[in-house]
């Protein structure tokens, strides 16, 4: 079944890369909120395309991103591979979590 940012996951992935459209400062503040992530197992639900993952990830903690969007989770992936922070994506519903367990 198609998740409706199947469609638009490439439109939506250079949408959040054009640092003059995205609201950065909404990013960094949650960041700067909570504060020292080391360690931590940090569950990233509706990842999209893994930018608050990575973040997370960059801060040392261990992350698994999850997002209804193959698509989304496929570029998440693709950006692992290439930057290879540790990240684990999966394709979930968020109100199933239902492969989670298995990452625990
Ligand atoms: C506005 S985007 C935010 C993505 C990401 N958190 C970010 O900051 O760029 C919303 C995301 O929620 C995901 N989503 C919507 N319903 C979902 C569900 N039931 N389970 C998992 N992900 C879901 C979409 O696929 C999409 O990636």
Do not use: H, P
């Not at 638009?8 to 003059?20: M, P």
């Not at 949650?30 to 395309?49: E, K, P, R, S, T």
């Not at 997002?67 to 989770?73: A, F, Y």
Request: glycine share 6%.
């Amino acid at each position: 079944m198609q998740a409706g940012y199947d469609s638009i996951a490439n439109w939506y992935d250079a949408w959040v890369r054009d640092q003059s459209a995205v609201d950065n400062t909404t990013v960094s503040t949650f960041l700067d909120f909570i504060g020292a992530v080391d360690n931590q197992l940090i569950c990233d639900v509706a990842c999209g395309q893994g930018r608050i993952a990575r973040s997370l990830a960059q801060k040392k903690a261990r992350v698994v991103g999850i997002d209804i969007s193959s698509q989304l989770i496929e570029i998440a992936q693709r950006e692992e591979q290439q930057v290879g922070l540790g990240i684990q994506y999966l394709v979930d519903d968020a109100q199933k979590l239902a492969q989670l367990d298995d990452w625990l």
